[in-house]
T-cell receptor
Framework: GAGVSQTPSNKVTEKGKYVELRCDPI?????LYWYRQSLGQGPEFLIY????????DSGLPNDRFFAVRPEGSVSTLKIQRTERGDSAVYLC???????????FGQGTRLTVV | AQKVTQAQTEISVVEKEDVTLDCVYE???????LFWYKQPPSGELVFLIR??????QNEISGRYSWNFQKSTSSFNFTITASQVVDSAVYFC??????????FGAGTTVTVRA
């Protein structure tokens, strides 16, 4: 595709359930980032992938959050035992190489009820 | 500690007025990068500019201009002759390692016809 694609665009889940959020980066982009944006706030960094490996996961809030990028392209952010405080828009971005312009997707709005 | 401060929460102007968005940052690094992003109602973050700490030249791109002042740790953004399509949330961001962005809380700009 032409841009970063995130699915689903909206996800409503019950407290305690497991969710997966998918990110399709721009083809050929080696760097991939996940951010979380709460209402009225700027995005907060979660994790950065260079290729298949998580180069920096310092932003993941706790061990309920995990992300993978097994083939160096598509990435999945996984959240276990969701809590109401996890409700936010989860943004994915990719860049050709680390430090080059990052292109963001439109995000997945997660609501935990 | 907050690294990027956007003191203006909301700005409302009439079309064709100029609008300046303030951004003050905090870092101990001598090498860092500053960014501005636009987030229209669709939610996708749109890259506007990236500036490294060694380049203090002001920049103009069409109706957009940026004023980087290291002495006051500020990186302000001006939209000249605003248009309704400029209505969006604008984020200033700092990166100390060229990949992890620390965003401010954003400034909502509303341009009225």
């Amino acid at each position: 595709g032409a841009g970063v694609s995130q699915t689903p665009s909206n996800k409503v889940t019950e407290k305690g359930k497991y969710v997966e959020l998918r990110c399709d980066p721009i083809s050929g982009h080696t760097a991939l980032y996940w951010y979380r944006q709460s209402l009225g706030q700027g995005p907060e960094f979660l994790i950065y992938f260079q290729g298949t490996g998580a180069a920096d996961d310092s932003g993941l809030p706790n061990d309920r959050f995990f992300a993978v990028r097994p083939e160096g392209s598509v990435s999945t952010l996984k959240i276990q035992r969701t809590e109401r405080g996890d409700s936010a828009v989860y943004l994915c971005a990719s860049s050709l190489i680390r430090g080059s312009e990052a292109f963001f997707g439109q995000g997945t709005r997660l609501t935990v009820v | 500690a907050q690294k990027v401060t956007q003191a203006q929460t909301e700005i409302s102007v009439v079309e064709k007025e100029d609008v300046t968005l303030d951004c003050v940052y905090e870092t101990r690094d001598t090498t860092y990068y500053l960014f501005w992003y636009k987030q229209p109602p669709s939610g996708e973050l749109v890259f506007l500019i990236r500036r490294n700490s060694f380049d203090e030249q002001n920049e103009i791109s069409g109706r957009y201009s940026w004023n980087f002042q290291k002495s006051t740790s500020s990186f302000n953004f001006t939209i000249t002759a605003s248009q309704v399509v400029d209505s969006a949330v604008y984020f200033c961001a700092l990166s100390e390692n060229d990949y992890k962005l620390s965003f401010g809380a954003g400034t909502t700009v509303t341009v009225r016809a």
